[in-house]
């Protein structure tokens, strides 16, 4: 699960504060979770050049942060998600609102042996 945010001005620290000290931890410790990760995006190096970007054409859309939560159990993922957007969520505590989130999953997977299977047969 992803939830892309950005704190409101001058509110930066006490959402960072919020989300690192407590409420990720805890997300990270549910049972049906394994990790919670809060990834800030760097603007000035976003904007650098290069020529994938030039071939796209349209400028990258940057999200100031980025709050990734993954889990083996689709309900506790999709609870985690819910209160992040709840009343009580990253609203509550200065975050702007229109927050941009989302439920992914894995759709294919293969084990080693398979791997070594794939690989040696090219």
């Known amino acids: ?16 504060d919020w989300l690192t000290g407590e409420t990720m931890p805890a997300l990270a410790a549910r049972p049906g ?7 800030i995006g760097d603007p000035e190096i976003s904007q650098i050049k290069t020529q994938e970007k030039e071939i796209r054409g349209d400028p990258d859309a940057i999200a100031d942060w980025v709050i990734l939560v993954e889990g083996y159990d689709r309900i506790a993922t999709e609870q985690a998600l819910a209160e992040l957007r709840g009343s009580d969520g990253l609203v509550a505590h200065h975050a702007v609102e229109g927050l941009i989130g989302g439920l992914y999953s894995l759709d294919y997977m293969i084990d080693e042996v398979e791997a070594k299977r794939v690989w040696k047969s090219r």
């Open 33 to 39: 979770l394994c990790g919670a990760h809060l990834l």
């Open 1 to 16: 699960m992803s939830v892309q945010v950005a704190p409101r001005s001058d509110h930066a620290e006490h959402l960072k």
